[in-house]
C-alpha cells in the first residue's frame, strides 16, 4: 500500500530534482578531474579554478520537499515488492508489482527467435573489436589523438535491460529499453549520431514531432471513399535489417554533402566505409543483461544482430 507521503513525492515525477541536504564537494571534484583529462593542460587548470571557486561561494540550496516526503523516498527505496518505472508514454509514474513486472520481462526473453542467452559477457571481445577500428582510423590519420581518447572504451558496464508501462494498452504491456551509459560503445553511438544527424528530415516522409504530423495531416483532404488507415510497427529495432540499413546509410552519405561538410569541420578524412564500419559495430554488439527473480546474470542479445541475409 502507497502512502500519502509516498504517493505525494512520486508524483512530483522521476525527474524532480531534490535539493541535496549538502553539498557534496567531494563529487564534483571528482568529476572535474575525470572531465580535466581529456582536456589540454591549460584549460584543465582553468576549469579546476571555476569549480573551486563556485564551490568555495556555494550554500545549501532550499529544501524543497518535506520530511515525511524524505522519508517516503528512503521507504521505496527499500521496498523489495514493487517496482517503479516511468510509463511508456506521457510523464506519469507507475508503480507495478515487482513479480508480476519480472514474469512479463521474462516471457519477452522466452522469445528465442529476438533473443538469445549468452554463455559468457562479451564485454572483452567486443571491447577490443572497437578498439582495434579506431586504433586504424587514428592511425590512418582519418580521427585525431583528442577525438581517439574520447572514443576510447574505458567505462566497461554491461548494458542494463528495462521496460517501461504502456499504461495506455489494454493489459499494460512493456517496451524494452536497453541502458547503454557508460558502456564500451556509449561514446561512440553519441559521435555517430551526431555525424548521422546531419541526414535526418531531408525527405517528404519525415515528420518533426506530433504537432508536426498533426500539421501534415490536416493539410490531407479526405474524400468520401478513402480510409485512414494507421499502421503501428511491432518491435522496431529487433525486426530491422541491418543489412539493408547499413547500404542505405552508405549510400546517402555518398550522395548527399553531410559527410565532407563534417570533416572540412573537424579536419578529419572519415569515408562513408569508415562510418558504416562503426555503425555495423554498434547494430551488431547490442547485448545486455536483466536481473530479476528468475532470471540471474541473463544476457541476451536481439536475433537481428546475429541474423545475416
Known amino acids: 500500500m502507497v502512502t500519502d507521503a509516498e504517493t505525494s513525492v512520486l508524483s512530483k515525477g522521476l525527474n524532480y530534482a531534490i535539493s541535496p541536504p549538502e553539498i557534496c564537494a567531494e563529487e564534483f571534484v571528482l568529476a572535474t578531474e575525470l572531465a580535466c583529462k581529456h582536456l589540454p593542460l591549460a584549460d584543465g587548470i582553468q576549469l579546476r579554478a571555476k569549480i573551486a571557486s563556485t564551490l568555495n561561494s556555494s550554500k545549501v540550496p ?9 522519508k517516503a523516498i528512503k521507504d521505496l527505496k527499500k521496498a523489495e515488492n514493487i ?8 510523464k506519469s509514474t507507475v508503480v507495478l508489482d515487482k513479480v508480476e513486472y519480472e514474469e512479463k520481462v521474462t516471457t519477452m526473453l522466452d522469445d528465442k527467435k529476438t533473443y538469445e542467452e549468452l554463455p559468457t559477457d562479451p564485454t ?11 586504433s586504424s582510423l587514428k592511425k590512418e590519420g582519418k580521427i585525431s589523438e583528442v ?12 548494458p542494463r535491460l528495462y521496460c517501461t508501462p504502456k499504461i495506455h494498452k489494454p493489459n499494460t504491456p512493456l517496451r524494452p529499453i536497453v541502458d547503454y551509459t557508460a558502456t564500451i560503445g556509449y561514446s561512440t553511438s553519441r559521435w555517430l549520431a551526431d555525424i548521422l544527424g546531419g541526414l535526418v ?16 495531416l490536416g493539410k490531407v483532404i479526405i474524400e468520401e471513399e478513402d480510409i485512414l488507415n494507421s499502421h ?47 555503425l555495423d559495430f554498434i547494430l551488431t554488439t547490442t547485448y545486455f543483461t536483466f536481473r530479476g527473480k528468475s532470471i540471474a546474470n541473463f544476457l541476451v542479445q536481439p536475433w537481428a544482430a546475429l541474423f545475416r541475409r
Request: net charge positive; charged share 30%; hydrophobic share 30%.
Open 124 to 134: 572483452q571481445k567486443y571491447k577490443r573489436k572497437l578498439v582495434s577500428v579506431l
Open 62 to 70: 532550499e529544501q524543497n520537499i518535506t520530511k515525511d516526503e524524505r
Open 83 to 90: 517496482i517503479i518505472l516511468p510509463a511508456d508514454k506521457g
Open 201 to 216: 528530415g531531408k525527405t517528404q516522409h519525415h515528420v518533426k514531432n506530433s504537432q508536426h504530423l498533426s500539421e501534415e
Open 232 to 278: 503501428d510497427v511491432v518491435s522496431l529495432f529487433t525486426n530491422t535489417p541491418i543489412d539493408q540499413v547499413l547500404d542505405i546509410v552508405k549510400n546517402r552519405l555518398e550522395k548527399e554533402n553531410v559527410l565532407r561538410v563534417y570533416n572540412k569541420e573537424t579536419g578529419f578524412k572519415l569515408t562513408s566505409d569508415d562510418v558504416v564500419q562503426l
Open 147 to 158: 577525438k581517439y581518447k574520447q572514443l576510447y572504451p574505458t567505462a566497461e558496464n554491461v
